[in-house]
């Protein structure tokens, strides 16, 4: 804690700016140690820029608490979440606390673990702002304190604050926050800032309603919902291959269109701009376009397949090496080869992909439920000859995103950004993407394919382990590639969940190719563990079968090093009752793993039908995120993750035609239906480990669990997603 920095900027600026919002008091807050591990770009930004203050809480003389929120709230509940950490430490009451989105401001609102990056994405929220946020509430509460110490002329030791009231019991005394905001001010900020004990914790770790609420009766405000005076609808006619390119247009039908005020062609194809989406939408439809499909791509799923098969018959770039896999096969008793597909996966959000510009001669205004604020920023800047300070962005709500806002190369709003600046200066323009547009012309999940060999002994202990994939590299091209990719051109992402595969097998091996593919691709829910949980999960069950031994127990002995993991596997068999009869037809299958640092365990119990048909009709979820600061959010997040996770081991699939994407809507790009969702029970193990991400880790292990319940019911084994029993 000594080389933290809380300051006081509302002394400095903000007062005086915000005294028509009513505001009294706001912190910033920085850990400089928390930007180790964002890389040697991160690292340098750090040590050559110090502390940079982030402005975290703001208090109004009408009691309000605002808490500024720097991670997008996409549905995972960042905003519930980093507000209880605030008004723990603050002791506010919950209902004068209300979250606000950050400005875009690496400078002071950057993802701790990222470096100088603002950004929301690989379940970071709670982990990098455990402490800082903790820290902003504390820093204030103690501010406040001694204002009121000093006006009472009274010990600061004999000061309680509870619901937000500051008293003093010996003397009567008695104020709220907005009372004491101003005096609070001008005081230094405390140097060293005491955090409470955990036994003392009011809010964290118990239930509290939800902050990002009016998503029920439409009050919450999306990019869909700005308007403002002069906008413009853009609707943008992509090509129908990727890597195509317009080569003529002919606008004249789509401007017969009323409503239609202006056609342009922009980078990535040409843009309706309408008064209205319906006539944007009908402009763009009469639209004649020519396009050059010279350097388009033109394979199919089928292909591409085939050649992912042909590379994986020689060895890849090594992403992990033990001992000697291949003498350690050649001496095993038995030996067990599997291979395992993986299509393209859309991310298939709520919420369309859309984004409101306006360029003035200022800069650039942006309304967007934006993931990736600077790297966003820094694209429409470039785009536009503009400082990255110079794109203002205003954070709203995304109905979903599951990454697809987290764009690296950030196409959506660079295209809404080309469009303004074709319309012209102080016309504010909302592009809109249909569903349609996103599933044919977006960014996906990977396709990959596995191949995996491992040996048993003869007491049925593994003893050699060789894992390949391949599949395109989602870091290569972006300004995350230095940090994602190593000096063996393995892209990190690409193996998360393989190459560190928990079980103790003395010989291992783990290798990659990342071959280029004219298919944009990007992460999508859980990233590398989409896959490589799949794999290696229903293989590890194949391999216990082998050893003729129980798939829990055969995994507990290999997870002698890794407690936690045994903690959740132990703790779902548990739940489910593990090894009790079930009625013929149906299935128990288990998976475990690890992402973004927290642990998760599932058993998953199937019905197989006499039609070849099943149903996934009951999950049990242990869970293991460190400290559970909003057990309500992390249950939902777990039951989220599952019925996300659920949607391509059932249904959900992106496959291509001669360079064309097949489905375009959810009428044949299903996803799981609530009707279709099964019941969950989730435990969280009590931790006093720092909270990790509950965002994503549930996602991974429903597919493996799932298939090994349908080996149990039918002792079919699987290795292909989506999962059919007609194969």
Not at 458 to 473: D, K, L
Not at 542 to 549: F, M, T, V
Request: with cysteine; net charge neutral.
């Amino acid at each position: 804690m000594a080389d933290d920095l809380i300051v006081n900027v509302s002394r400095r600026r903000f007062l005086k700016a915000s005294a028509v919002i009513g505001t009294g008091l706001v912190l910033g807050a920085c850990l400089p140690s928390a930007f180790k591990g964002g890389g040697k770009q991160a690292a340098t930004f750090s040590q050559e820029a110090g502390f940079v203050p982030n402005a975290f809480v703001r208090i109004g003389t009408d009691d309000r608490v605002t808490v500024i929120i720097k991670h997008l709230e996409m549905g995972q509940g960042t905003y519930t979440g980093l507000t209880t950490l605030v008004a723990e430490e603050l002791d506010a009451d919950w209902s004068q606390v209300t979250p606000e989105g950050a400005p875009a401001d690496a400078s002071r609102y950057n993802n701790l673990l990222w470096g100088p990056y603002q950004g929301t994405g690989g379940s970071t929220a709670m982990a990098n702002s455990f402490e800082q946020m903790r820290k902003a509430g504390a820093a204030a509460r103690q501010m406040l304190v001694t204002a009121a110490a000093q006006r009472w002329q009274v010990p600061a030791g004999d000061i309680t604050v509870q619901k937000g009231v500051i008293a003093h019991a010996a003397s009567g005394h008695k104020a709220t926050f907005g009372e004491l905001a101003a005096a609070a001010a001008e005081l230094p900020v405390p140097k060293n800032i005491v955090l409470k004990d955990p036994e003392d914790f009011v809010y964290i770790g118990k239930y509290v309603p939800r902050k990002d609420d009016g998503k029920t009766d439409g009050s919450a405000v999306f990019t869909f919902d700005i308007k403002l005076p002069g906008m413009l609808i853009a609707v943008v006619a992509h090509p129908p291959r990727f890597g195509a390119k317009v080569r003529s247009f002919d606008a004249g039908k789509a401007q017969a269109v009323d409503g239609v005020v202006k056609v342009v062609e922009i980078p990535r194809g040409v843009a309706v701009l309408a008064k209205d989406f319906w006539s944007a939408k009908q402009g763009r439809d009469a639209l004649s376009v020519e396009w050059d499909e010279n350097e388009a791509f033109k394979l199919g799923s089928t292909e591409i397949m085939a050649r992912y098969k042909e590379l994986a018959q020689k060895s890849g770039a090594i992403a992990r090496r033990e001992g000697d896999s291949d003498q350690a096969l050649d001496q095993a008793a038995r030996v067990l080869e599997a291979e395992y597909e993986f299509p393209y996966l859309a991310h298939a959000a709520m919420e369309p992909l859309n984004c409101v510009v306006r360029i003035d001669d200022d800069g650039c205004e942006i309304w967007n439920g934006c993931q990736l604020q600077t790297g966003d920023q820094k694209a429409v800047a470039s785009l536009l000859g503009l400082e990255p300070e110079q794109v203002k962005i205003h954070m709203l709500y995304a109905g979903g995103s599951f990454g697809r806002r987290g764009n690296p190369h950030s196409d959506y709003v660079v295209e809404a950004a080309s469009i303004a600046r074709e319309v012209g200066k102080g016309i504010p323009v909302k592009m809109l993407w249909t569903r349609e547009d996103d599933m044919r012309a977006g960014y996906f999940r990977p396709m990959y394919f596995h191949r995996l060999r491992a040996g048993l002994d003869e007491q049925g202990n593994p003893i050699a382990w060789q894992h390949r994939i391949v599949g395109q590299s989602i870091m290569r091209g972006t300004a995350f590639e230095s940090v994602n990719i190593d000096e063996n051109g393995v892209d990190s992402t690409s193996v998360e969940g393989a190459a560190n595969l928990p079980y103790a097998i003395s010989s291992l091996t783990v290798d990659l190719h990342s071959p280029e593919i004219g298919v944009p691709v990007q992460w999508w829910r859980s990233v590398g563990s989409t896959h490589t949980a799949f794999a290696t999960e229903t293989f590890i069950d194949a391999l216990a079968e082998k050893a003729g031994k129980d798939p829990v127990a055969f995994r507990l002995a290999l997870l002698k090093d890794h407690p936690r993991h045994r903690k959740v596997l132990t703790l779902a068999a548990k739940k489910a009752g593990w090894g009790t009869p079930l009625a013929e037809g149906r299935g128990r299958g288990v998976a475990v793993h690890k992402s973004f640092n927290s642990y998760v365990a599932q058993v998953v119990e199937v019905t197989v039908r006499d039609d070849g048909s099943f149903t996934v009709d009951r999950v049990v979820c242990a869970v293991d995120c460190g400290v559970a600061v909003n057990p309500d959010v992390i249950r939902a997040q777990m039951e989220g993750g599952i019925g996300y996770g659920l949607s391509p081991v059932l249904m959900s699939e992106i496959t291509l035609e001669e360079g064309r994407v097949k489905q375009s809507n959810f009428h044949n790009y299903s996803v799981l239906r609530i009707n279709q969702m099964p019941a969950v029970e989730v435990h969280i193990v009590p931790s006093a480990q720092p909270p990790t991400g509950v965002g994503e880790p549930a996602t991974p292990v429903i597919a493996p669990a799932v298939a090994n319940a349908l080996h149990a019911a039918t002792g079919r084994r699987f290795y292909r997603l989506p999962l059919t029993l007609s194969a």
